[in-house]
């Protein structure tokens, strides 16, 4: 072991492993409470390639993520939010992560020796304090309070490991060159202020037809594009929490418990009310605005007047450079401290109210603000949250009845019953669903990984594990297979007739934004769109890639088009998801040289980094064929009691 090798080295190594508790005790420990799961700690849930996941790793991984979700928020996480977030499934996923890294590992020739392993361990920043090491008993003592021991603990820090050495030797020959680094960093720095006009084909439908003759010719010309794809059709059993909730019920009693026991739930913060005026400064909150002494002039101008007595709504409305609030008079409603920037918070909840605040300058610009009034912290009395907590408490018992029950059934199916058996000895009904194709989301069935299983299974096959729905789960039985085939016309003639109509519209569209771009050239955009009864618009700002230009949207094509053409250039007409535009670059901000300089050395580090962490998850979903995974349902259902 790794402890075993350190004990024999300088006497500095006495105080190996100290730090380690802060680091990684919230990772890896698992809670004080609450870890005593059904089952033995033995038992296996799930094999990855045949190497076992048991329920004592799963349940100290479990309650160490839940643990972190503790403290992160605050006391405020419920079994509903921890269902929502989807912690089971996560935990299971880490540990099949885990099980392939070994795997693979082991079939690479890849291992940590006790050597690696403390190398690593005493030259790791966060393990040192005062240059130095606090002992391995001191580690052991704060493991063993926690359910863990030193070698677990090892072992955990090892496999960790191991999953870099896979991951360098995977991904190490990956590499970015300049020309990329450059084309990235463009890519995110280059802005464009664009003019446009927009032919929407949807204008010519009304005066376009389409003949039961053309669509008969567009469906023997292009059969095959109206195939119907292989569909299935499920038998399914669904648990959702409306069921339940019928089933549950809570009392007054209990009710007023838990106000009692989470009195920081039904706490109103601290509010102040104000309005402001702000003079934005180019740079800093904006790409638009003032150079910062030209802003600083005019707010001085602002407070001037406000000083002689101008009405502060009305100078807003005609000063104030923040479009959201200057129609309000400069409202900005009332808050919470924390919502506003630090330099704005601070005068909201400083000045007395009524009172005008000198020059406030943020990230934004110079804001001068005025407080209308200020709220105190409150506690909102039981009667008004009554209900609420009786809703949210008849949701948690109706979500641990559905669980327990969702783990009967698959006792039930795993033994052999029907999934119209289970159903029965619930009360509940088996239903049928639609045939649905690969891939489409099937209503009442909102899981990909339940479409995707159902075309995995035999007809008449049961899958004995519940799949996760947004509001409860369902089991199924494949009911019906429907191979691909080609439809007869009757069938996608309404399909047909609206491919068609589509495609006359955009050629109609097309042709009028040709005439548009012809007319343009000689007269300008503006005037060209106005004789052809079309408007001419124009971006408020400038927009950087993957932004929408106007009404126009965001695509693909339309950004390389955009962002290709020259200042002042007129683009010809370019395809996007409403017909036709013609556009013009008003102005086009270049990348700064001497910013990508600067940068160049860190960009290109974190684009190599993204792209090992893309090609490593790629390579992780490819070992999934190689090391199949086998859940067994029943066991994960009761892992955690």
């Not at 075309?455 to 519940?466: A, C, T, V, Y």
């Not at 960009?603 to 998850?617: C, T, V, W």
């Amino acid at each position: 072991m790794a402890l075993a090798f350190m004990r024999r080295q300088k006497w500095w190594l006495k105080y190996l492993l100290g730090l380690v508790v802060v680091s990684f005790i919230i990772l890896y420990i698992p809670a004080l409470i609450g870890t005593d799961g059904g089952g033995t700690p033995g038992e296996v849930l799930a094999e990855v390639g045949k190497m076992p996941i048991t329920a004592a790793e799963y349940r100290r991984l479990y309650y160490s993520q839940l643990r972190r979700l503790e403290q992160m928020y605050q006391g405020r996480l419920d079994p509903a939010m921890v269902e929502q977030l989807g912690l089971k499934e996560q935990t299971l996923g880490a540990l099949v992560q885990e099980k392939l890294v070994l795997l693979e590992a082991r079939r690479l020739g890849l291992n940590v020796s006790d050597e690696e392993l403390a190398r690593h361990l005493t030259t790791t920043p966060e393990l040192q304090q005062n240059g130095s090491f606090v002992g391995a008993a001191e580690l052991r003592r704060q493991l063993e309070l926690r359910g863990m021991t030193l070698e677990e603990f090892e072992e955990t820090k090892r496999t960790e490991l191991l999953g870099e050495k896979l991951q360098a030797l995977i991904t190490d020959g990956i590499v970015v060159s300049p020309a990329e680094v450059e084309q990235e960093f463009r890519r995110r720095n280059e802005q464009i202020k664009v003019e446009y006009v927009l032919v929407d084909s949807k204008r010519f439908e009304a005066e376009t037809g389409v003949t039961d003759d053309e669509v008969a010719a567009r469906f023997e010309a292009k059969k095959e594009a109206y195939r119907i794809p292989e569909k299935r059709v499920v038998s399914f059993l669904r648990l959702d929490t409306a069921t339940f909730m019928a089933r549950v019920s809570v009392k007054d009693a209990d009710v007023e418990t838990y106000y009692r026991e989470h009195p920081d739930d039904f706490k109103e913060a601290e509010q102040a009310c104000a309005r402001h005026i702000l003079i934005k400064v180019k740079g800093e909150g904006s790409a638009e605005g003032h150079p910062d002494a030209e802003a600083l002039k005019l707010a001085q101008g602002v407070a001037a007047q406000l000083a002689k007595g101008t009405e502060f709504s009305e100078l807003a409305k005609k000063s104030s450079e923040d479009k959201g609030s200057a129609t309000a008079g400069g409202d900005v409603g009332c808050f919470p401290r924390g919502k506003m920037v630090p330099e704005f918070d601070n005068a909201a909840f400083s000045l007395p109210i009524g009172q005008t605040s000198d020059l406030v300058k943020s990230v934004y610009g110079y804001h001068i603000i005025q407080v209308a009034s200020r709220r105190e912290e409150t506690t909102r009395a039981l009667g008004d949250v009554k209900e609420g907590i009786r809703g949210m408490l008849a949701g948690q018992s109706a979500r641990t009845l559905m669980e327990a029950k969702a783990g009967e059934i698959a006792q039930a199916l795993g033994s052999g019953r029907s999934l119209e058996e289970a159903a029965q000895k619930q009360s509940l009904t088996v239903q049928k669903s639609r045939p649905f194709a690969r891939g489409e989301q099937v209503q009442g069935l909102e899981s990909p990984l339940l479409v995707s299983r159902a075309f995995e299974l035999k007809r008449g096959e049961i899958d004995k594990s519940p799949f996760n729905l947004p509001r409860g789960f369902a089991f199924i039985a494949l009911a019906e297979e429907q191979a691909s085939r080609l439809p007869a016309l009757a069938e996608v003639q309404d399909k047909v007739k609206a491919d068609l109509l589509a495609e006359k519209t955009v050629e109609k569209a097309l042709a009028r934004a040709r005439e548009l771009k012809a007319r343009a050239d000689k007269d300008g955009l503006e005037k060209a769109a106005a004789a052809l009864g079309l408007a001419r618009k124009e971006t408020p700002a400038l927009v950087g890639r993957g932004q929408p230009i106007g009404e126009l949207g965001a695509s693909r094509g339309l950004e390389e088009a955009a962002f290709a053409l020259g200042e002042k250039t007129l683009s010809d007409p370019i395809r996007v998801p409403a017909g036709q535009a013609v556009i013009r670059i008003l102005e086009k901000k270049a990348a700064d040289p001497l910013a990508f300089e600067n940068q160049k050395t860190a960009l290109q580090s974190s684009l190599r980094q993204e792209r090992k962490q893309q090609f490593f998850r790629a390579y992780m979903n490819q070992l999934r064929q190689r090391f199949p995974v086998e859940r067994r349902s029943a066991a994960l259902e009761g892992a955690l009691g």
